[in-house]
T-cell receptor, first 113, second 112 residues
């Protein structure tokens, strides 16, 4: 059973701090990695994707990938209360047939003013 | 702008009734998916389709069916609704297998 693991949280950080969200995955063949943000009562929204080892930056967001350790993370710099949401990690189901992406259960982030 | 829509947004039904949830996307994506999301379980895949006339079962497909007669639509049918199917249902589409998926706004279904 291929799995994507995330700490459910809640992760609480003060406004202006760096929030670090982590995800591990079991399928060593996975090649595509995604971070979604989901506000309460809303649908998941894609915020980052990364395919290669290393860092990828987009504004205040940085995705980090380490395929050898099967680990992907999302850093949010200068966290704002509006970043308070649940963050879902998703990994492509390499070689499988279960609809392309495997989702973690999400980490709830709370940014305190 | 291209988009993905779901209807209805909220639905209350009774046990045993047949229910159909609609999903429509205007991106011309071949790949479409149905998920349910429940507290403690995350997103679970119900059915998916890689193109017209193609449908496949996901991990929680029992009691659900889909059909794909065109690129834009993938309706989800609950053959005989059960209280265990009370959930939030999300439809998603993707341009390529293994790539990012884009989600609709969701349907909150309550089965009494």
């Amino acid at each position: 059973q291929k799995e994507v693991e995330q700490n459910s949280g809640p992760l609480s950080v003060p406004e202006g701090a760096i929030a670090s969200l982590n995800c591990t995955y079991s399928d060593r063949g996975s090649q595509s990695f995604f971070w979604y943000r989901q506000y309460s009562g809303k649908s998941p929204e894609l915020i980052m994707f990364i395919y290669s080892n290393g860092d990828k930056e987009d504004g205040r967001f940085t995705a980090q990938l380490n395929k050898a350790s099967q680990y992907v993370s999302l850093l949010i710099r200068d966290s704002q209360p509006s970043d308070s949401a649940t963050y879902l990690c998703a990994v492509n189901n390499y070689g499988g047939s279960q609809g392309n992406l495997i989702f973690g259960k999400g980490t709830k982030l709370s940014v305190k003013p | 702008d291209a988009e993905i829509t779901q209807s209805p947004r909220h639905k209350i039904t009774e046990t045993g009734r047949q229910v159909t949830l609609a999903c429509h996307q205007t991106w011309n994506h071949n790949n479409m998916f149905w998920y349910r999301q429940d507290l403690g379980h995350g997103l679970r895949l119900i059915h998916y389709s890689y193109g017209v006339q193609d449908t496949n079962k996901g991990e929680v497909s029992d009691g659900y069916s889909v059909s794909r007669s065109n690129t834009e639509d993938l309706p989800l049918t609950l053959e005989s609704a059960a209280s265990s199917q009370t959930s939030v249902y999300f439809c998603a589409s993707s341009p390529r297998v293994g790539n990012e998926q884009f989600f609709g706004p969701g349907t909150r279904l309550t089965v009494l």
